[in-house]
């Protein structure tokens, strides 16, 4: 590309985008607006210069909204090609210049804060990961603990009734031998009673006896 030139370029998107090199015309510059009759246009640095030698540093785009082109501006591959010697400098719109240095600023700021969402991004997605980790590490040991404690628990019933068991065979044990004693006490005294008893009857009947004999 040779000269100062200003490219009239049309994007997918619905709006046309035009770049301007510094050395551009005012006056043409004001001529070529007219002749689009659209909207008033948006300044934006280009972020991203391109690498190649053919484009200047302080090239800027201007955004607008799609209004139709007149015929001669239709192609995508129009060049308007002004003389330099008409060409006023650019550093009198305000609005076009645009330090490189801040661009550059720009740019860098960009992409801090999109690594910074993409690092947050990142983290969130491990928090989460850990926390699901950490969520079903508790609920392993909650039902590890559970399952313990019951266990624990039923021990110490089986034990208690174990307990519970012998206890009841030792309280009937003894008061079986109780009762045991007992009737033997009650035979023993029974029985002297029944003797006693016989030798009294035993005695009466020698007595009467005795007393038979005599009245004969």
Not at 4 to 17: G, K, M, Q, R, S
Not at 90 to 109: N, Q, V, Y
Not at 172 to 199: G, I, N, P, S, T
């Amino acid at each position: 590309m040779a000269g100062h030139t200003i490219e009239v370029l049309t994007p997918v998107f619905p709006a046309a985008a035009m770049r301007l090199s510094p050395a551009a015309g005012e006056s043409d510059l004001e001529k070529t607006l007219r002749d689009l009759k659209g909207p008033p246009f948006c300044l934006l640095p280009f972020l991203n210069p391109p690498t190649s030698s053919i484009f200047s540093n302080h090239q800027l785009f201007i955004f607008m909204a799609a209004p139709p082109l007149p015929p001669w501006l239709s192609s995508p591959s129009v060049t308007l090609t002004l003389s330099p010697s008409t060409a006023a400098p650019s550093a009198s719109s305000p609005r076009l210049h645009i330090e490189k240095g801040a661009a550059f600023d720009l740019a860098e700021c960009c992409r801090d804060l999109e690594e910074k969402h993409g690092a947050l991004a990142a983290h969130k997605k491990e928090a989460a990961w850990h926390l699901r980790r950490v969520e079903q590490q508790l609920e392993a040991e909650k039902a590890c603990r559970k399952r313990e404690t019951m266990e624990e628990v039923e021990a110490k019933v089986k034990k208690l009734r174990e307990e519970q068991a012998v206890a009841l065979e030792r309280i009937d044990a003894e008061y079986k031998e109780q009762l045991m004693v007992l009737r033997r006490d009650a035979e023993a005294k029974e029985q002297k009673l029944v003797e006693q008893w016989a030798a009294k009857h035993a005695k009466v009947r020698r007595l009467m006896e005795q007393m038979g004999c005599c009245r004969r």
